[in-house]
């Protein structure tokens, strides 16, 4: 499978990270690490999702405070960058529009999109299933409270990866911050001063 062997010479290897990262967190950055060593990945691009009208119940916060923070907790790491993409475009995000955007910019490069299992196992309710498998190889990583079951995909599109499991969700650290409970060591010491800077998540 594409997790075997040796780095090769030829295709540039690229990850791609979505997510509302609404903060990104540890969990994120730990799971994108394990999947770039495990598959060889020369790069992990994280791509915040553009701004829906609401996630589920809740307004999610200006996507150019998520798209800093993602910039923040990424600068270090030579392996990762950031797109602005999905952003950019507007809307909802579909994962089928970012990964035809991501395939265009980069020629000659196989595409590893990385989500937790919880994400996965949605992929079958995705209209598009047939053409996000012929645009990437999908990666499952493990996240506590979430099994790796195979959901039913076709065979070889998709990698189930166990990453140490981080009990941590953006979803938490907003309604620590809210309580008034400190976040730091769940997500990079910038993303804590960003978040303080930027009264993030106060009155939830
Ligand atoms: P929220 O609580 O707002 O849903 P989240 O923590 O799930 O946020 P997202 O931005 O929705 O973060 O997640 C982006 C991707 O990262 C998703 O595919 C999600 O499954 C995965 N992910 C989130 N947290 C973890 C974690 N602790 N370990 C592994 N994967 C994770
Ligand atoms: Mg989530």
Redesign the pocket.
Known sequence: GPGDGPARAGKRRLGV??????P?????L??ASEVAAAFHLDEVVFVP?GQPWQ?SHRSVSPAEDRYLMTVIATAENPQFSVSRIDIDRGGATYTVDTLRDLRALNPDTDLFF???????AQILTWRDSEELISLAHFIG????G?HLNDPGLPEGGVSLVE?P??????????VRVAKGDPIWYLVPDGVVRYIDKRELYRGE
């Not at 990104?24 to 994120?28: F, S, V």
């Not at 499991?165 to 907003?174: G, H």
């Open positions: 990270m979505g997510g509302t990262f609404d990104i967190h540890h969990g994120h730990v799971a999702t996630k990385i989500t937790g299992a919880d994400a996965l990583v493990t996240r506590p979430h990453v499991a981080l009990a941590i969700s953006s979803t938490d650290c907003r």
